[in-house]
């Protein structure tokens, strides 16, 4: 199983998941991705490029180990300084539909737990 395949895609992408997940505190966010970018990283055929990555102050909540892309975007997004600064005390879910749409939602960590 070749390791990684994807992790310079969502390099490039960082920048703009940054400014995302900035506004995603006042608003959910969401944006198309460029689907050649990850097809020619690595082909999912039927399996497609789908995943749900939740978090909670930084950490990864559910199981996406079954996912390279997921998995090589929370590598991305832990490596950047300013991300992980954002990712603190905050839950946050980002998800890729079927139609390729990068989708940001943040709430809060409450402090009643």
Known sequence: MEERKYLTTWRKYIPVIRLHLKRS??????????????????DRGKSGYTFNIAM??????????????????????????????????????ISVGKSFILSIKTTHVSAFK
């Open 25 to 42: 505190l006042t608003e959910d966010q969401s944006f198309k991705l460029n689907i050649t970018d990850f097809e020619s990283a690595g």
């Open 56 to 93: 909670e102050n930084g950490k990864v909540i559910n199981n996406i180990s079954g996912s390279a892309v997921a998995r090589d975007l929370y590598e991305a997004l832990k490596t950047d300084e300013a991300i992980k600064a954002m990712l603190q005390e905050k839950n946050i879910k």
